[in-house]
């Protein structure tokens, strides 16, 4: 019997140019990372009012939204709640605020979430700070002493 030898075929590689298919991933990369949110924040503007505008672009975490228009008309969570006082504090704040905070505790577990102590605060871009300065105290008041300025951003 004679024995047949095989040749082994030696392959070639085969070349497959990719850059197209690469490029088009990174530009979508780019678009996807450049619109992503991670902020849970919705904010419906009330009637009125005139946002300042910024250039950071960080993000904020979902809390009480409590906006002051150019009439000093205060909303919380776009619920009025009724006009700054000439003096004096805004008991009614503090005590709508404290309100919201035992909703979220109710909402959540207490003994696995932190206290919510943070507020986004919404002022008229004209607003005196005198406003500003009254508003941020009557929160402390109800216990949010952490405050995020929301503003317009232009990018």
Known sequence: ????????????????????????????????LKSYNASDLKLDLTQGLEMAESESQHMTRFAPVIQVNKEAMVFLNNKSIGRIPAS?????????????????H???NAKTSQPNELVNLVFDKEMDYQ?????????????????KFIVKGNY
């Open 131 to 147: 406003y500003v300065q009254r508003i941020m105290n009557d929160s402390a008041l109800a216990g949010c002493s952490q405050f």
């Open 88 to 104: 004096g504090s805004m008991a009614v704040l503090t005590q709508k605020l404290k309100e919201e905070k035992e909703k979220f």
């Open 1 to 32: 019997m004679k024995k047949k030898f095989q040749r082994k075929r030696i392959r070639e590689g085969i070349d497959v140019d990719i850059t197209s298919l690469l490029d088009i991933l990174t530009i979508l990369l780019v678009f996807l």
């Open 106 to 108: 109710a909402q959540k």
